[in-house]
């Protein structure tokens, strides 16, 4: 795969934003959309299957949910509807990043500076729909 990177500095650096787009090298095509799947789709396999699993009575499931695993639960991808042929948001309340699959590449955009995970989510999604709109105009040659 080969990734290019931009940083959009703006005079205060922690609002600053990221962008990088994955796409694959010229000798394997299929490898972008094998890296998203054992990114994305790989863990949600996995927690499915550990759920399954470990089914605890209704009276031990009330207290299971400990400090580090709602922290773990937060940081698992989130699906993002409507946005390229799939996108995750993959973050804590602090920090966080987009990922967008379009084709046969993907893109990560990180916006620094926005005080609420929502508002961060939602600049990322605007960001990214012009990003994927320049890249469909790019590929078409115009």
Not at 60 to 68: F, I, L, P, Y
Request: net charge positive; proline share 6%.
């Amino acid at each position: 795969m080969k990734v290019s990177q931009c940083l959009f500095v703006t005079p205060t650096p922690a609002k600053s934003v990221s962008l990088s787009l994955t796409s694959p090298a010229p000798s394997s095509r299929n490898s972008v959309r094998e890296f998203w799947k054992n990114q994305f789709h790989a863990a949600q396999t996995a927690e499915d299957e550990k759920d399954k699993e470990e089914e605890l009575p209704a009276d031990r499931r009330a207290g299971a949910n400990s400090e580090a695993e709602r922290e773990s639960e937060e940081r698992k991808p989130r699906f993002i509807p409507g946005l390229g042929d799939e996108a995750y948001w993959v973050g804590s309340p602090i920090i966080g990043a987009l990922y967008v699959l379009q084709g046969d590449s993907f893109l990560r955009i990180s916006v620094g500076g926005v005080p609420t995970e929502s508002a961060r989510i939602e600049k990322s999604k605007a960001l990214a729909r012009a990003a994927i709109h320049g890249l469909s105009l790019r590929r078409r040659g115009l």
